[in-house]
T-cell receptor, first 113, second 111 residues
Framework: ELKVEQNPLFLSMQEGKNYTIYCNYS?????LYWYRQDPGKSLESLFV?????AVKQEGRLMASLDTKARLSTLHITAAVHDLSATYFC?????????????FGKGTRLSVIA | EPEVTQTPSHQVTQMGQEVILRCVPI?????FYWYRQILGQKVEFLVS????????KSEIFDDQFSVERPDGSNFTLKIRSTKLEDSAMYFC?????????FGSGTRLTVV
């Protein structure tokens, strides 16, 4: 059974600081997704990582994937208040085609002045 | 940008009643999904649908649940006899090959 673990689950950080959120998963998968969720809202796609070594950046967020280590990181650079949200990683199950996503528990990020 | 549309945005129902949650996936997508998120918890897979049939379902998706694609555009989730623990946000998603687009969700409250 595929398991996805994120840490930390809660993160309070000061504006301007850097931090990394980690996402580990238990079985082979080449596809990993990062989503942002604001309270009471839907899941906004941030990054789709499709291969080992993939690195994607958008603004202050950068995501990477190491399929050998079964690890993805979401790095936050110089945090600002607008980044406060819950961040989920999700992994496709093994096999070709569209297998259901398995989500981590999410990291609730609070950026404070 | 194409969207997945869900209706209603919020539904309150009495325990034991049937509810139907509606979704309009992106038109050229082939795979459709329902996920749910109990307040403050992670997103859980319910069911996937491809080529007019269920392709995979989770343990949560028991006999109380059913899905349908009644016409070429709508994709529905029916809960036959709601329980208090069915209260959650229900998300519909669709995909082509890689990447999933989620709808804005239906908040179901069972009282």
């Amino acid at each position: 059974e595929l398991k996805v673990e994120q840490n930390p689950l809660f993160l309070s950080m000061q504006e301007g600081k850097n931090y990394t959120i980690y996402c580990n998963y238990s079985t082979t998968s080449d596809r990993l997704y990062w989503y942002r969720q604001d309270p009471g809202k839907s899941l906004e796609s941030l990054f789709v990582l499709l291969s080992n070594g993939a690195v994607k950046q958008e603004g202050r967020l950068m995501a990477s994937l190491d399929t050998k280590a079964r690890l993805s990181t979401l790095h936050i650079t110089a945090a600002v208040h607008d980044l406060s949200a819950t961040y989920f990683c999700a992994v496709d199950g093994p096999g070709s085609g569209n297998t259901p996503l398995v989500f981590g528990k999410g990291t609730r990020l609070s950026v404070i002045a | 940008e194409p969207e997945v549309t869900q209706t209603p945005s919020h539904q309150v129902t009495q325990m034991g009643q049937e509810v139907i949650l509606r979704c309009v996936p992106i038109s050229n997508h082939l795979y459709f999904y329902w996920y749910r998120q109990i307040l403050g918890q992670k997103v859980e897979f319910l069911v996937s649908f491809y080529n007019n049939e269920i392709s995979e379902k989770s343990e949560i998706f028991d006999d109380q649940f059913s899905v349908e694609r009644p016409d070429g555009s709508n994709f529905t989730l029916k809960i036959r006899s709601t329980k208090l623990e069915d209260s959650a946000m229900y998300f519909c998603a669709s995909s082509e090959l890689f990447g999933y687009t989620f709808g804005s969700g239906t908040r179901l409250t069972v009282v």
